[in-house]
């Protein structure tokens, strides 16, 4: 997971105002003082961020090299000023929502490196047409996430599962389908359920999800069909912003390291993250080629798109302007989920108030993706999914740690948390993100740019984090076919309650080395209850979307389930008509004998693991509907049943 640099925050005491002159100067100080909202370490000279008052802002209007604010003015002839400018462009697809947020308040200032930044920032911070300043800091990458090539790595086992696309290297990614034939570190069931979830719904192109991160290689074999692609801007002149959205030639994204059009993927250091990472959410399902991603479609353009929004390039990095301005430009070009597998160390800021402070451009940015971001029919709003970092610590990385924004854990193909994952307070769910302490195998597998050999492992919450987003990416999909309409919160909480225990599987330790071969063990029993709401169950997520309950069953021996959540806590009592099952279904689960309702509880025996429908009709109020004598009113209800090789004693909820 990248990270940013460990912001130092600034915070200054306020005193209380009274009559004595020297307390209202050293008020007027201390409230000048508290709007510098960060540390001026790693800032970028020769710029700063301000945001003005909304009249103010209206004052100093889109681009120039003079604020027609007088005492703005002075501190930019002072220090040589050469632009200010708006962070966000305005156009009139999306005016009304910035002014609505406030984001056209938002301005960055250039001028002589030469100047001395905490003056410049002291300055500006006195004025009263200012509500805050803020230092400019570059994205840093701080860990080196060096990908494993295919080839490098023993064949899957030949006793994987029977796959539903022919794509030669899903039997290596075990973190959709996993039957426990990888090898000793791998259980049945470790994994995201997706084989039953694609005989639902195997993605759709009119859910976008945005790739905050290294450059996709949208030229990838893999990639290409599901690519956002800006058609404007495809056939319009190079050079020209043809569709006036204030960014020139975006024709797959924008890259905001080097402000242009062009995304890369090949420069000094780029290990192919974003690529990685949008694999395993759109990787072209069915052509034959390579992996499959969670949304990928069928083979037939069919797949969710991806946006690339580059942040990241080789040893450059994009400002908090910038980033601010790649968040934006995802709700105002489409996208409803924002994938983005960086943050801040866990640790670095503690709380929600600390974060809404000294990230406040980034923050307001998140917040209008949130609030603005669309699909039309489908949701309104849109999902901020974060990692949450490769620490091993107990606090989670900001921004994902944030509370109105998703954050993921890893585990590992057994179940267990993966060595490095961060975790508690603030982590909401968890997904599979590799282990390399197992092996390369057991790390996760996807798209590489062909630098790194087109195909490669990598682990890490970055790579957990994208299983959600896919997964969230095949629910909207799913929404979409199906004409369900969410509000941002609604499916949110679809997402985070579409899990299974993760708790049971927390015990013993591991042991793990660092860079330098230094061990250290981790005690998995410290976990529990701190990996979010479980791990995640796509097929449930589609389920739950259908409005269908699951009920969860371990294969073996008989099962029972009472039927009083479905049909009330009187169910023992009904007279049940009929209980439906295809024979597709009952073959799929290795069921002989057609499961039965007696005392209101439903008894089935599977064999196998894998998931059908089953159908159960009952009369309410008597014992016939009607005819000759008085009756009834028949009852139909329909269930998911999911066979696993272990489910908890709770159904696995938690």
């Known amino acids: 997971m990248h990270k940013y640099l460990t912001s130092i925050l600034c915070f200054a005491t306020m005193i209380a105002c009274t009559q004595d002159p020297d307390q209202n100067q050293q008020f007027e100080a201390d409230m000048s003082s508290s709007k510098i909202i960060n540390s001026v370490n790693g800032a970028n000279r020769g710029e700063i961020i301000v945001k003005f008052t909304a009249e103010a802002a209206e004052r100093v209007g889109a681009l120039t090299t003079r604020s027609g604010i007088e005492e703005i003015d002075e501190i930019m002839n002072s220090i040589s000023a050469q632009s200010i400018e708006r962070i966000f462009p305005i156009d009139e697809s999306n005016a009304e929502a910035t002014r609505r947020s406030g984001l056209h308040r938002w301005y960055l200032l250039t001028f002589d490196e030469d100047a001395d930044l905490q003056q410049v920032a002291t300055r500006l911070a006195a004025i009263s047409d200012v509500t805050r300043v803020q230092y400019n800091v570059r994205v840093k990458r701080v860990e080196n996430c060096k990908p494993i090539a295919c080839d490098q790595v023993a064949a899957a086992a030949a006793t994987r599962a029977i796959a539903p696309f022919n794509d030669p290297y899903l039997s290596a990614q075990w973190h959709y389908n996993n039957d426990g034939s990888l090898g000793s570190k791998a259980k049945a069931g470790a994994d995201i359920n997706l084989f ?186 849109g999902l901020a999914i974060f990692a949450a970092g490769n620490e091993t610590s107990s606090v989670p990385g900001y921004p994902g740690a944030y509370y109105n924004y998703i954050s993921v854990a890893s585990m590992s193909s057994d179940y267990r948390a993966a060595y490095y994952t961060n975790y508690g307070t603030g982590t909401n769910i968890t997904a599979p993100g590799g282990d390399l302490e197992y092996g390369t195998a057991y790390a996760v597998y996807s798209t590489q740019t062909t630098t790194n050999g087109k195909y490669g492992y990598m682990q890490g919450t970055s790579m957990a984090c994208p299983h959600v987003s896919g997964c969230a990416a095949l629910g909207l999909s799913y929404a979409a076919q199906t004409g369900r309409k969410f509000t941002a919160d609604e499916f949110r909480n679809l997402l985070l309650t579409s899990v299974c225990d993760i708790d049971q599987y927390q015990t013993g330790t591991k042991t793990y080395y660092d860079e330098y071969y230094n061990s250290y063990t981790l005690n998995l029993a410290n976990l529990k209850g701190k990996m979010g709401s479980g791990y995640i169950d796509v097929y449930r997520l589609l389920m739950q979307i259908e409005g269908t309950p699951c009920i969860y069953m371990q294969a073996g021996a008989e099962q029972q389930h009472s039927l009083d959540a479905y049909f009330g806590d009187s169910s023992k009592s009904l007279k049940y008509t009929s209980v439906d099952i295809s024979a597709a279904d009952m073959q799929n689960l290795g069921i002989t004998t057609k499961p039965t309702v007696s005392d209101g509880m439903l008894r089935l025996s599977c064999s196998d693991t894998g998931t059908a429908v089953i159908t159960v009709k009952a009369i309410v109020g008597g014992t016939n509907v009607g005819g000759t004598a008085m009756g009834g009113m028949e009852v139909t209800r329909k269930f998911a049943i999911v066979v696993r090789s272990h489910v908890s004693d709770n159904g696995g909820w938690l």
């Open 196 to 381: 039953e979830a694609w005989k639902l719904s195997t993605g759709d192109p009119r859910i976008i999800v945005a790739v905050v991160d290294e450059g996709v290689m949208h030229s990838h074999e893999d990639l290409n069909a599901n690519m956002w692609v800006n058609e404007k801007e495809l056939n319009g002149q190079s050079g020209t912003d043809d569709d006036g959205n204030g960014y020139k030639d975006d024709i797959y994204g924008y890259n905001f390291v080097s402000n242009t059009g062009t995304i890369s993927w090949s420069n000094r250091n780029d290990v192919g993250h974003g690529t990685h990472v949008a694999g395993t959410i759109a990787a072209v399902n069915g052509n034959g080629v390579g992996v499959c991603g969670i949304a990928g479609g069928d083979g037939t353009h069919q797949g969710v798109r991806i946006m690339s929004l580059q942040i990241f390039s080789g040893d450059n990095s994009a400002s908090t302007a910038n980033t601010a301005r790649a968040i934006k430009y995802a709700a105002d070009n489409g996208a409803v989920i924002l994938q983005c597998s960086w943050g801040y160390d866990g640790g670095a800021i503690t709380s929600d108030t600390s974060y809404s402070r000294s990230c406040s451009v980034e923050k307001e940015a998140i917040d209008y993706f949130i609030a603005e971001a669309k699909a039309e029919g489908i949701i309104d709003g």
